[in-house]
């Protein structure tokens, strides 16, 4: 494992951590040349599972492309490793699906659902584009049915 910082080839794991609800180990690691400190995961591959996109088209899922649609709509509001678990957590269900193969839409509608939990604005940013608002007042019943849907769980 290379160290994200001054990639050195060597470093040694400081911590190790089994994740209870996914396939995956977390590992604090530090490198012997900077001695900074990053954290890794490690996951079964083995994942065959396609993708329906909305064309039709069959795709095959792309792990990395989930997290990083996930980032960049809580750009600098959730950390890394949040984004890793929600990641985990909708891998998890994909997985567990009666299918091989599932459409674009359901996966985005288990982001909305995480992010609706998470953070209210990542979850306007990744519903303007998952829904695509037509105009501001589509935008503004989005935010008024989140704003109902926060007041009623208070």
């Known amino acids: 494992m290379r160290c994200p910082y001054c990639k050195y080839h060597e470093t040694k794991v400081v911590d190790k ?33 396609k993708v329906r996109k909305k064309d039709g ?24 490793g949040q984004i890793e678990d929600v990641v985990e957590e ?17 996966i985005g509608r288990m982001v909305l659902k995480k992010l609706k939990d998470l953070d ?14 037509d105009d501001l007042d589509s935008f503004k019943r989005e935010i008024q049915k989140l704003e109902g849907s926060k007041s009623s769980t208070i």
Do not use: H, M, W
Request: aromatic content about 8%; charged content about 35%.
């Open 90 to 106: 909708i891998e998890l269900k994909i997985l567990n699906g009666e299918s091989q193969e599932i459409s674009t839409g359901e």
């Open 17 to 49: 951590r089994d994740i209870e609800e996914g396939p995956s180990s977390r590992r604090r690691r530090e490198c012997l040349k900077c001695q900074k400190r990053f954290t890794t995961y490690e996951r079964v591959e083995a994942i065959d599972i």
């Open 57 to 80: 088209s069959i795709q095959p899922y792309d792990r990395e492309k989930l997290r990083r649609g996930i980032a960049i709509s809580v750009q600098k509001r959730l950390t890394d």
């Open 120 to 133: 209210s604005v990542g979850y306007l940013r990744f519903a303007s584009v998952f829904i695509g608002f």
